[in-house]
């Protein structure tokens, strides 16, 4: 009776789970600040952006060793993070929670016009990094013909694999995971008990940032566009993820941002590219007035 | 020269507007709302509209009462927007408010991007003056006049208090009977409706409109305003506006500067937040002003 | 003796009078920054160029206003307010897209100040009033020579199409124009397009998945995308990842040189797209100037370069015929333009104030776009 192609469908589905995927990287270091310190963090998706332009510059103009590049943007963007952390945030820790945000979209708009002042404003294409070869379905299973599986797609997926479980074992195991967790608990018991706060919140940063920056790389290599204003829509879908998923719980924030990826994906498949960013925010919008504390999150509680 | 500041003037008068506006709602009643620019959107293609497709009769005949007619109408309209966006998001707390209101400003910009009868992604072109500059000039300023003084009237009223209690501490104006769902409603779509005035008056301005003038940046943008002059003063918010609206203009004299001028906004509102949150306003003034914003986290 | 003396001066200070240089304030508004800054800074290479060598002869002096429009319609209606209100210029060059072209024109029409757009193509522009004209052709031209492009039999050296796919940028009234136009000839003339064959996107958008997924269903012949470098340079580069055979056709909103970075050199081979000019035109006017070009500017002559040089000489042109720097009478010389040579070709402003020209067809290369064939209107 419908008309839906399910090859069609599944495109969508793929497509959707490498943008999602994306948006999952950026949504974790949303989802443990906010944990920490509840603070929202407008700037992280500048913390995105320059992973990408990092990205061109290390790889493309200086060349180097695409391993070493990508370790070198994830060190820059940490740093990066800790820098504002220390300047613009720390001061203001103990004040009201207007005061933060305020200052977040002043970093916001200090990081994306000061890229853009250094950098000029004209997208840069990023350089190939491997040979993008493309899966037909149609090769395993005739009735998907035409459906494919870019490469790209599948690093992506799979780094963001990866990286949440690599971020999984330092919160759940390590110690300083710990004192993380602890912290979005309960921030003063545990600063009475002697955590290190300056040290975790900054390690939280530094950690949130390195995983935008990296999926800042991804986005160069799948649109091959990387320009100073790509951070600012791309950081609030990827709070929608958060909020979605549940903000302050990390598999809610890659589960938030998979879904938000195959919503996107379906509606600019079955509908129109110009409400592609309407989608986000009506989710957003949706979630915050009847289920704020997101699909995986419990009322009230929040959990690291 | 002397043109060149005249051109600037109408601008003055729109932005000033659009900072006491977003005053009310963040300023005098401690809600942090990040979708301004939508409401101001809203006004705009509403007044513009009025004027293009309601009455064109009037653009010869009657010019300068279509403008108080579009005015009018993109007042009524932004503060039905305003109702509409307020009564869901109100009940949110601090920064889930913040983070509300900002996807609706963006779902309204988006919405008109797709709107073709008013230009949808191509603008919407042609809107005629309705006056001529000078009399633009006296005409918004009239405006901006008569907004300080429903303002001021608000804010020194019985209202005014109760909006200031309720900014202060929630529960405990609950407690004495204020009805703080009224007031914070109230507030909102007061803001909203004369930021829809800005945008109306913006729309004959500008003659053209194009929803990318209507993004958060614009949102933040007016933020800046208020911050920088000091959140919680009239007096603030017309200094902010002000400053805000002519730095760019003397920018503009040197290439240099006129680049990074974004970049020099961004910097104020990160130093204005670390090391004067009253703004310049507080500068000025001597007592203990009600520019101590308690959030009071709200449970609906 | 003495009275011999004082004829000279009197005669050689008449004369001297007579030929000293006129003045005319020219405002040019172009995309310096934004998405089409690109264009701008082509443009406004050709304009200075003209500018100075204009005021290097003896005839007229320019003053020329610049201001950035910054690629968006309301900032195009701003500057051109500037340009009238505050610098008093006596003629508007400008701009590059349409869509800001058509919001600043009727400011300019309802001041009466003369505009000339030197590269806007969609239709609706001139339509403002009798002050606003361009010297390039019109969409319905442009789209029409696609379409035929596209339906000639490849043995007479077009593309032998017979299905279409269209792909349109909703947020540029450029893109919608020239598809429309390219819609009716190549369906009158018998191709084929479905009634879901017209599939939108808006400027800024960088994933083309979905879209391109839908066109891979279609297998079309021929996609019709009559876009910005910006947004066209990626799509094809997806395209091409997607295994999406069919040929892509544009207009002139694809000549810029990142069109081939941002696509990739595997992936933009073998499409094509109209243009204004070509630097292999053998023509001794084209070639005199793409020498003088690049010995300017050390780099081959773009398409909107040479439009924005022929633009201030046709106003200028104009000035002469004129005879006065006043902005009706400019208006009225500029309209009435016949037989100017420029190096974008011979231009004539017709009735509706667009000019009758030919235009090129150019093929894509790994870097470069060669000449494929002219068309003449």
Known sequence: MSSIDPGELLQYLINGLALGSIYALIALGYTMVYGILKLINFAHGEFYMAGGIFGVLAIGTLGLHPALGVLAVLVACGALAMLVERLAYRPLRNKNRIAPLITALGVSIVLMEGFRVVFGAQPRSFPQLFENTVYDLGEWFPSLEGVIVQQTQIVIFLVMLVLMSALSYIVLKTKMGRAMRALSFDFDASRLMGVPIDRVIAFTFFLGASLAGIAGILVGMYFNNVEPYMGQLAGLKAFTAAVLGGIGVIPGAVLGALALGVCESLVVGYGQSSYRDAIAFGILILMLTTRPWGLLGKPQREKV | MIDYALQLLPLLAINIILASSLGIINGYCGLFSLGHAGFYAVGAYAGASITLFGFPELMETWPHLLLLLSSLGGMVAAGIVGILVGVPCLRLGGDYLAVATLGFGEIIRIVFLNFAAVGGATGLTGIPQLATTRTQTWFYFGAVAVTLWLFRNLINSSFGRCVIAVREDEIAARSMRVNVRFYKVFSFVIGSAFAGLAGALFAHFQQALHPSNFTFLISVQVLLMIVLGGLGSQFGAVLGATIVTLLPEFLRFSETLAEVQMLIFGLVMVIVMLWRPDGLAGLFRREAGPANKKDAHAVA | ?377
Not at chain 3, 95 to 118: E, F, G, H, R
Not at chain 3, 361 to 372: G, N, S, V, W
């Open chain 3, 1 to 377: 003796m003495l009275r011999r003396l004082a004829t000279l001066a009197l005669v050689s200070g008449v004369a001297l009078s007579a030929t000293a240089a006129q003045n005319i304030k020219i405002g040019v508004f172009l995309p310096m920054s934004g998405d089409q800054s690109s264009f701008g800074d082509e443009t406004m290479s050709g304009v200075k160029m003209a500018v100075e060598e204009i005021n290097a002869g003896k005839d007229f002096k320019i003053e020329l206003f610049t201001q950035d429009e910054k690629s968006n319609p309301t900032d195009s209606a701003n500057a051109v307010k500037k340009l009238i209100n505050v610098d008093k210029v006596d003629v508007v060059v400008g701009t590059v897209a349409s869509s800001n072209t058509n919001a600043a024109a009727p400011i300019a029409q309802a001041a009466k100040v003369p505009l000339m757009s030197p590269t806007s193509t969609n239709v609706k522009v001139t339509d403002v009033g009798e002050y606003v004209s361009r010297i390039c052709f019109i969409d319905d031209f442009q789209g029409s020579a696609m379409a035929k492009f596209a339906l000639k039999p490849k043995a007479e050296g077009g593309l032998g199409a017979k299905t279409a796919v269209l792909v349109i940028d909703s947020s540029s009234e450029y893109s919608k124009g020239l598809s429309a136009a390219f819609r009716e000839v190549f369906t009158k003339n018998g191709g084929k397009i479905d009634n879901d064959g017209e599939i939108f996107y808006v400027q800024k958008d960088r994933d083309f998945s979905s879209l391109l997924t839908k066109i891979k269903r279609k297998k079309p012949d021929v996609v019709f995308a009559p876009g910005y470098y910006t947004e066209i340079g990626n799509m094809i580069r997806q395209a091409h990842t997607f295994g999406i055979t069919a040929k892509f056709l544009g207009g002139d909103g694809w000549s810029a040189p990142q069109l081939f970075t941002l696509a990739g050199e595997k992936a933009i081979v073998g499409h094509y797209f109209s243009d204004h000019f070509s630097h292999e035109d053998t023509d001794p006017a084209v070639q005199d100037f793409v020498k003088r070009y690049r010995a300017k500017y050390g780099k081959d002559a773009p398409g909107m370069a040479a439009l924005g040089y022929d633009s201030i000489r046709v106003v200028i042109d104009a000035a002469k015929r004129a005879g006065k720097v006043e902005r009706t009478a400019l208006m009225k010389a500029i309209n009435s333009t016949k037989g100017f040579k420029g190096v974008t070709g011979v231009i004539t402003l017709d009735a509706k104030r667009n000019a009758n020209k030919p235009l090129v067809i150019l093929e894509t290369q790994k870097d470069r776009a060669t000449f494929k064939t002219r068309v003449n209107p």
